[in-house]
């Protein structure tokens, strides 16, 4: 069976990254928030300045989701947020056992349809939450389980285990099941067809998953196919939702409406249907916010993992 790739964490100052995760983890305890926020926004101007690969991804990235025409300052302003939120996303993930107890009370995020959810559970259906690395994706999880529910995620390991098994432990606070990457897929089955919430994020192609292209911003992307393939042998219901931040730390989950089978196509084209449809839903949410999107690879090119 193909590997699945592993995240690559690099050195910063000549400290080994899993040391500098151990300190934000220790200093984000103490330090008031308003300053976390602050010395994740230096971070990330740091960052942008020096990452020239990922600062012009994502400028090409931009300037395809807001057009040639889009002013220069536009695409500079927007290109400097996806760094502002890959930065609050980590020092979130960092702080964990500090900011969950408030989301996990319900203070400061918001679900919308979530009545499709209530429904297909309620007629025996597992779930597939398909979402996107916008914003904190990882909180979309949370809120689901807050509500009293069985949720199944996963994600990928790093090459140095003990960052894998550390980020594993900050995950537990969340109250969902995290499956190993490698049983996922078995997992998840067994998840779907007794009707529980699987959560996967759509927009990275992995060579393990299986990738069919579909069209993206007017390009042939490849997509991975394994989730929503594994939602149709269920019968599960499959409803693509993102992640919107707002203000520092007000998380919106848009559940979009049930993306459904067609029972004359194959399981083949329905999955090449699914996936169009999920590329499509995406592409929207993207153009309500392009900054939400958090991708530094050339929309269509190999990917390079966060």
């Known amino acids: 069976m193909p590997r699945f790739p592993k995240t690559k964490d690099y050195p910063f100052m000549g400290i080994s990254p899993y040391r500098w995760y151990r300190w ?3 200093g984000e305890q103490y330090i008031p928030v308003p300053l976390i926020y602050f010395i994740a926004r230096r971070i990330a101007d740091i960052r942008r300045h020096i ?4 600062r012009e991804a994502v400028e090409s990235n931009m300037r395809l989701i807001l057009g040639d025409d889009a002013p220069k300052k536009l695409i500079k302003r927007h290109t400097a947020r996806v760094f502002y939120q890959t ?4 020092c979130e993930f960092m702080g964990l056992r500090r900011f969950a107890p408030a989301w996990l009370k319900g203070d400061g995020w918001k679900i919308y349809n979530i009545e499709y959810v209530e429904k297909a559970q309620a007629e ?6 398909l979402s996107a690395h916008f914003s904190n994706w990882e909180v979309g999880g949370a809120m ?3 509500l009293g529910k069985e949720v199944y995620v996963t994600s990928l390991e790093h090459e140095d285990p003990r960052i894998t098994e550390l ?3 900050l995950r537990t606070v969340w109250g969902f099941v995290h499956m190993p990457i490698e049983k996922s897929v078995k997992l998840s089955m067994d998840a779907l067809r007794a009707g529980k919430i699987v959560c996967y994020l759509g927009d990275r192609a992995l060579a393990a998953a299986g990738a069919i292209d579909v069209d993206f911003f007017g390009k042939k992307v490849p997509f ?3 989730p929503i393939k594994m939602a149709l042998k269920a019968n599960a219901l499959i409803l693509p939702g993102f992640i919107f931040r707002e203000g520092r730390n007000f998380f919106h989950l848009r559940i979009s409406d049930p993306v459904e089978a067609n029972s004359s196509l194959s399981l083949d084209d329905n999955v090449h249907r699914a996936v169009q449809e999920y590329a499509s839903r995406l592409e ?5 916010d392009p900054s939400q999107w958090i991708c530094y690879t050339r929309i269509g090119e190999e990917e390079r993992l966060f």
């Open 224 to 226: 991975p196919t394994t």
């Open 51 to 54: 990452d020239r690969r990922g």
């Open 284 to 288: 929207a949410a993207i153009r309500q």
């Open 167 to 169: 980020f594993n432990d």
């Open 24 to 26: 934000m983890i220790f």
């Open 144 to 146: 689901l389980a807050s």
């Open 124 to 129: 025996g259906r597992g779930v597939l939450i």
């Open 87 to 90: 930065a609050a996303y980590i």
